[in-house]
């Protein structure tokens, strides 16, 4: 199994920050890599896929990169609808591994 | 626009089996480019990927619960469901439902259910 790891595990931060999240592979993998945003009591949303391309509707201060083993989800400028936990996933292949979460907060 | 909804007992007692069943509206679960998936959050905790299944049947299972893990898929009703025996506290957890692209390209989970709590008690 891949293993991703996360940090960090919570982050505080305000309106208005450039925030990044770095989520690390156990193995590396060409970037089948997605990143989800969950609010309480809802599902997760996903943000970016292929490490790197921003789903239909997601505002373009999101952003990823990354390849290897090594990825990251920064948002360039912290909005209120931001705070949130954000999960990094592969799928590259099964099974299917989620990171541990890295919780947005307001600061 | 696409839609997922978890349906099934919200209580289940230990050492029985845990029946879900997902309804999928405004797209066929038999189209050939996608599977159907289960994924579980325990309360306070991050998210496990518990099974993928094609509307032909073919499946995918999380190693760390095969033994006890069962999907299957209703294509007449445009349904799939999780079996899950044995349960134990360590199972009570929110399930989700979602799709995902039956290509390695395609495989991110894009459109999810809105969860469905399942306690494990007596």
């Known amino acids: 199994d891949i293993q991703m790891t996360q940090s960090p595990f919570t982050l505080s931060a305000s309106v208005g920050d450039r925030v990044t999240i770095t989520c690390r592979a156990s193995?590396?993998?060409?970037?089948?890599l997605a990143w989800y945003q969950q609010k309480p009591g809802k599902a997760p949303k996903l943000l970016i896929y292929k490490a790197s391309t921003l789903e239909s509707g997601v505002p373009s201060r999101f952003s990823g990169s990354g390849s290897g083993t090594e990825f990251t989800l920064t948002i360039s400028s912290l909005q209120p609808d931001d705070f949130a936990t954000y999960y990094c996933q592969q799928y590259y292949t099964y099974p299917l591994t989620f990171g541990g979460g890295t919780k947005v907060e307001i600061k | 626009q696409l839609q997922l909804q978890e349906s099934g007992p919200g209580l289940v007692k230990p050492s029985e089996t845990l029946s879900l069943t997902c309804t999928v509206s405004g797209g066929s679960i038999s189209s050939s480019s996608y599977y159907w998936g289960w994924i579980r959050q325990p309360p306070g905790k991050g998210l496990e990927w518990i099974a993928s299944?094609?509307?032909?049947?073919?499946?995918y299972y999380n190693p760390s619960l095969k033994s006890r893990v069962t999907t299957s898929v209703d294509t007449s009703k445009n349904q799939f469901s999780l079996k899950l025996s044995s349960v134990t506290a360590a199972d009570t957890a929110v399930y989700y439902c979602?799709?995902?692209?039956?290509?390695?390209?395609?495989?991110?989970?894009?459109?999810w259910g809105q969860g469905t709590l399942v306690t494990v008690s007596s």
């Open positions: 299944i094609y509307y032909s049947g073919s499946t």
């Open positions: 193995q590396s993998f060409s970037g089948w």
């Open positions: 979602a799709r995902l692209g039956a290509s390695i390209a395609a495989r991110r989970l894009d459109y």
